[in-house]
């Protein structure tokens, strides 16, 4: 089955700028994961998705962080204004949806981001 | 609180040598343990899980639920082991915490 996907795979930008980051979880997959992994430092969730409704943002720095996920499949997550401490590797996961009691999580390939 | 501490940041062996990642967690309830791992230039995946009992690429985890851990073992350590590697608590609600990470580096 082909992984899930996101685009781009880096991205530089100036502070205050804005930027968007998409994902393509793997096909069936109904719960979907934005996490921020800053150097050095394990993954952490922003925000969980299950079908087309939040789960859990309450990490999300909702006065400069959006996301959404049109139709339960592909997610958007952007920033705006980005801040230099934004600067991290954005990951997309997803999952089955527990099925079975399988609650692997599957992981994009990431986006870089730095803010300069 | 729920926690997930890898105490080293950097682990370095010799090829051949024995290695322990070591993982300790902060649960109340019945915990479930992952093992994901990054290679150079490749996506976080899923190693082991505890429930699995298994031994992927030699590895192994024990959940000891006195001493709250789960470390990673293997006898004999491969150049191709060095990686990135992420112990994970599963909490609940489909939700994963992850610790800071243990960089494994296997010198020939």
């Known amino acids: 089955e082909a992984g899930v996907a996101q685009s781009p795979r880096y991205k530089i930008i100036e502070k205050r700028q804005s930027v968007a980051f998409w994902c393509n979880p793997i096909s069936g997959h109904a719960t979907l994961y934005w996490y921020q992994q800053i150097l050095g430092q394990g993954p952490k969730l922003l925000i969980q998705?299950?079908?087309?409704?939040?789960?859990?943002d309450s990490q999300l720095p909702k006065d400069r962080f959006s996301a959404e996920r049109l139709k339960g499949v592909d997610s958007t997550l952007k920033i705006q204004p980005a801040k230099l401490e934004d600067s991290a590797v954005y990951l997309c996961a997803s999952m089955d949806g527990g099925r079975g009691g399988e609650v692997t999580q599957y992981f994009g390939p990431g986006t870089r981001l730095l803010v300069l | 609180a729920q926690r997930v501490t890898q105490p080293e940041k950097l682990l370095s062996v010799f090829k051949g040598a024995p290695v322990e990642l070591k993982c300790n967690y902060s649960?109340?309830?019945?915990?479930?343990l992952f093992w994901y791992v990054q290679y150079s230039r490749q996506r976080l995946q899923l190693l082991l899980r505890?429930?699995s009992r298994e031994s992927i690429k030699g590895f192994t985890a024990d959940l000891n639920k006195g001493e709250t851990s789960f470390h990673l073992k293997k006898p004999f350590a491969q150049e191709e082991d060095s990686a990135m590697y992420y112990c994970a608590l599963y909490t609940g609600g489909f939700k994963t915490i992850f610790g800071a990470g243990t960089r494994l580096f296997v010198k020939a």
């Open positions: 998705f299950q079908n087309n409704g939040v789960v859990d």
């Open positions: 505890h429930i």
């Open positions: 649960y109340s309830g019945s915990p479930e």
